[in-house]
């Protein structure tokens, strides 16, 4: 979601997103913050920027959902890469408003993951998740960022 972000939350999005790249291409982007207060129209515009991002091409598209599976750290970094390994071109994750998913959203997703039975701000899942995907990253080259 496109909401403006505290400094730390932009230095850590920053800092996590240097480190990824160094592993694969990656972008990172958010949607941009809805003007509008109704429930299905925020869902709508959500959906229609996230199909006008992917509609070109094969994406394998995760939800971060409260009913998504979890993952060990362990476990995400095989995952990962086991998307990355199959037809498609990109691997997209995405973090819905505080209203959800669009049902063609929810309908088009090829997983759903949860990071915890806890609820984060959206501001702590999109770091959350930029640090796991980082952890991954070093998990699959085994490097010593992550200890088991």
């Known amino acids: 979601m496109g909401a403006a972000s505290d400094p730390w939350v932009v ?3 920053q800092l996590f997103t240097k480190r990824i790249e160094r592993y694969m291409p990656f ?3 958010c949607i941009p913050a809805s003007k509008s207060k109704v429930t299905e129209k925020v869902l ?11 509609e070109n091409t094969p994406t ?14 362990v476990q995400l970094a095989a995952q990962l890469d086991k ?10 994750f995405m973090i819905g408003s505080s209203y959800g998913f669009d049902p063609a959203v929810k309908k088009r997703a090829d997983a759903l993951l949860g990071l915890s039975l806890l609820t984060f701000p ?5 770091l959350v998740t930029l640090e796991q995907l980082y952890r991954a990253c070093t998990i ?4 010593s960022y992550h200890h088991t």
């Open 27 to 29: 972008e990172y982007r």
């Open 11 to 13: 230095q850590g999005e």
């Open 83 to 92: 998307w990355r390994q199959g037809s498609y071109k990109q691997v997209v």
């Open 44 to 54: 709508a515009e959500e959906a229609k920027w996230l199909f006008q991002q992917i």
């Open 60 to 73: 394998f598209l995760v939800l971060l959902h409260e009913e998504g599976k979890q993952y060990t750290s």
């Open 122 to 126: 959206h501001q702590l899942a999109r």
């Open 140 to 143: 699959l080259k085994g490097e």
